[in-house]
């Protein structure tokens, strides 16, 4: 198994508070990426990082941002998080075009 | 664009059923294609893929074919199992990038 992790696993928040949620791996992965996965809708993406310091914006990136300071970390933040951002999130990381290995998410939400 | 359709579930089977669940595909250029299984409660993980047409992919006796020609990527098993109830997700990756194009996941329900 891909060494990925997500910090924390669940979490209980309110509305117009930051969250910080933070994704490690120990695959020295170029790629990664944030999800969230809601019924209905599958799999959207967030944003994603092509290496230390870049990013871009994913399908659904509105009210959240990352960095990536170090090749093993990226964070996921929601500046003021709302209930719409209540979901399940998930890490991934690749290195190469192809396989995408995932962390065990995180259920985040937000009354 | 690139764009992944998969059949709408759930799926519901009894135990030692054959399974087919159905995904085709559009794409720019020529693309790999994934399968991914999500288990209750935990990310997806690589279930099988193909890289190039007519190859089959298989794993954990599932299998699916690189078919070109349909521009399907079908997954199949002989008999399903309780411990299969899963959701799956079809997706592909065209070379150059690195931003994978996700169906919207099938739920397969597998009874005793």
């Known amino acids: 198994d891909a060494g990925i992790t997500q910090s924390p696993r669940h979490k209980v928040t309110e509305t117009g508070t930051p969250v910080t949620l933070r994704c490690h791996q120990t695959e020295n992965h170029r790629y990664m990426y944030w999800y969230r996965q809601d019924p209905g809708h599958g799999l959207r993406l967030i944003h994603y990082s092509y290496g230390v310091k870049d990013t871009d914006k994913g399908e659904v990136s509105d009210g959240y941002s990352v960095s990536r300071s170090k090749t093993e970390d990226f964070l996921l933040t929601l500046e003021s998080a709302t209930s719409s951002q209540t979901s399940v999130y998930f890490c991934?990381?690749?290195?190469?075009?192809?396989?995408?290995?995932f962390g065990p998410g995180t259920r985040l939400l937000v009354l | 664009g690139n764009s992944v359709t998969q059949m709408e579930g759930p799926v519901t089977l009894s135990e030692e059923a054959f399974l087919t669940i159905n995904c085709t595909y559009t794409a720019t250029g020529y693309p790999s294609l994934f399968w991914y299984v999500q288990y209750p409660g935990e990310g997806l993980q690589l279930l099988l893929k193909a890289t190039k047409a007519d190859d089959k992919g298989s794993n954990k006796g599932f299998e699916a074919t690189y078919r070109k020609e349909t521009t399907s990527f079908h997954l199949e098993k002989g008999s399903v199992q309780v411990s299969d109830s899963a959701v799956y997700f079809c997706?592909?990756?065209?070379?150059?990038?690195?931003?994978?194009?996700f169906g919207r996941g099938t739920s397969l329900i597998v009874h005793p």
């Open positions: 991934a990381i690749s290195g190469t075009a192809e396989t995408q290995y």
């Open positions: 997706a592909l990756t065209v070379g150059g990038s690195y931003i994978p194009t």
